[in-house]
């Protein structure tokens, strides 16, 4: 049964960080590139940020580039993603995405900023 759990998100003031955590089990991991989405009420989900399968390549929507930082253990089938300097706008719904031979979504965490 092929799974990915996020954690990490919460209430955070406007300056904050977070550290999201997706942990995937259920297929092969290692060969699947992750990415973050996030999505808001009304607006369409958009890609975070992604990474490749053996963690070289990144990249980042310009709206969080300088911010957040994508990272990945295949060791623990874990992809992170850190959110630094955090802004009333980041607030959404975020969701961990594999893309490989197949897709995989996360069932999404609230990440709210607010003061």
């Known amino acids: 049964q092929v799974q990915l759990v996020e954690s990490g998100g919460g209430l955070v003031q406007p300056g904050g960080s977070l550290r999201l955590s997706c942990v995937a089990s259920?297929?092969?991991?290692?060969?699947?590139?992750m990415n973050w989405y996030r999505q808001t009420p009304g607006k369409e989900r958009e890609l975070v940020a992604g990474?490749?399968?053996?963690?070289?390549?990144?990249n980042y929507a310009d709206s969080v580039k300088g911010r957040f930082f994508i990272s990945r253990d295949n060791a623990k089938n874990t992809v992170y993603l850190q959110m630094n300097s955090l802004k009333p706008e980041d607030t959404a719904v975020y969701y961990c995405?594999?893309?490989?031979?197949?897709?995989?979504w996360g069932q999404g965490t609230q990440v709210t900023v607010s003061s």
């Open positions: 990474i490749s399968s053996n963690g070289v390549i990144t």
């Open positions: 259920g297929f092969t991991y290692n060969n699947y590139r």
């Open positions: 995405n594999a893309r490989g031979y197949s897709t995989y």
